[in-house]
């Protein structure tokens, strides 16, 4: 799997090397690999904008990517 982080900064993080939001969609293909067979797993806490999960669940969408997304309860 490939864990996508969001800051309540808007920073991103995939595992845990900050990548900007432009190269995002690149660097989650890149890591997710050619065969699309790793789950991202996308991260943020409560105050994470809306806009920030959305452009991770769309990356992911529009290259049928599996995803699931884990919340920190508080």
Do not use: W
């Not at 800051?7 to 900050?18: H, L, P, R």
């Not at 890149?30 to 789950?39: E, S």
């Amino acid at each position: 799997s490939v864990a996508v982080s969001i800051t309540n900064e808007s920073v991103f993080y995939i595992d845990k090397t900050e990548v900007s939001s432009a190269n995002l969609e690149s660097e989650i293909l890149r890591n997710v690999g050619a065969d699309k067979k790793k789950t991202i797993i996308i991260r943020g806490d409560k105050d994470v904008p809306y806009k920030n999960v959305m452009q991770v669940i769309d990356i992911a969408n529009k290259n049928k990517l599996k995803m699931i997304l884990a919340v920190n309860a508080k």
